[in-house]
Each structure stands twice: as C-alpha cells, then as structure tokens.
C-alpha cells in the first residue's frame, strides 16, 4: 500500500517561502506522476501543480506559475513544492497525491496524503 506523508506546513507571513515535501512509503513512486493540489474550506480541492515521473514535465496552475516550483527526488521516493512570495490567497491545506501520468485532475489521482496546513498571514 502506497502511503504518501506531508510535511512543511505553517504559519508564514506574505512575501516568504516555504517548501513542503511529500515522502512515499510502501512502494516506490519513481515510475508515477505526481501532483500537489490545495483546498480551503467550502471549495472544491484544487490543482497546483505537477510533475512527471522523469521531472523532465511539470504544469502549474496559473497563479503559482513564476511563484512555485514542483520537484522531486526519486532516490528519496520523495515530491517538494517550493513556494516563493506567498500570498494571503495560498493559506490552504495542501495535498500531494500520485498517479501514473500527469494530471490538473484531482479526481484522476489513485493515492492521496493527509494534507499539510499553510496559513499566510499579512
């Protein structure tokens, strides 16, 4: 059974960073895409960005592009999110989740984490 742990959460104030980073478990994931998305309470979870398994493609949702940069290390079995200049409107959980190719779908991902909280404060 895959299981894949958040990490990195907190509470930031706007204009910093912060990197979370997802460890897999169980199986590797060295041959699966990759996925971070987000949701706030009320809304649906959203796409933030992805990643092929190679990392040679990656796809961001339209307000993180320039902002956020989607990674990963396959000897570690483990996905990151850099995220730079952090806005009050990125406070969300943030989820990573893994499937066999890249997708903006969450409803397409196989395997989901826990979430990790990032709150942005002014």
């Known amino acids: 059974q895959v299981l894949l742990v958040e990490s990195g959460g907190g509470l930031v104030q706007a204009g910093d960073s912060l990197r979370l980073s997802c460890a897999a478990s169980?199986?590797?994931?060295?041959?699966?895409?990759m996925g971070w998305f987000r949701q706030v309470p009320g809304k649906e979870r959203a796409f933030v960005a992805t990643?092929?398994?190679?990392?040679?493609?990656?796809s961001y949702e339209e307000s993180v592009k320039g902002r956020f940069i989607i990674s990963r290390d396959n000897a570690k079995n483990t996905l990151y999110l850099q995220m730079n200049s952090l806005r009050l409107e990125d406070t969300a959980v943030y989820y990573c989740?893994?499937?066999?190719?890249?997708?903006?779908?969450?409803?397409?991902?196989?395997?989901w984490g826990q979430g990790t909280q990032v709150t942005v404060s002014s």
């Open positions: 989740a893994a499937r066999a190719l890249p997708s903006r779908k969450a409803d397409e991902y196989d395997v």
């Open positions: 169980g199986v590797t994931v060295r041959n699966t895409a």
């Open positions: 990643i092929s398994w190679s990392g040679g493609l990656t």
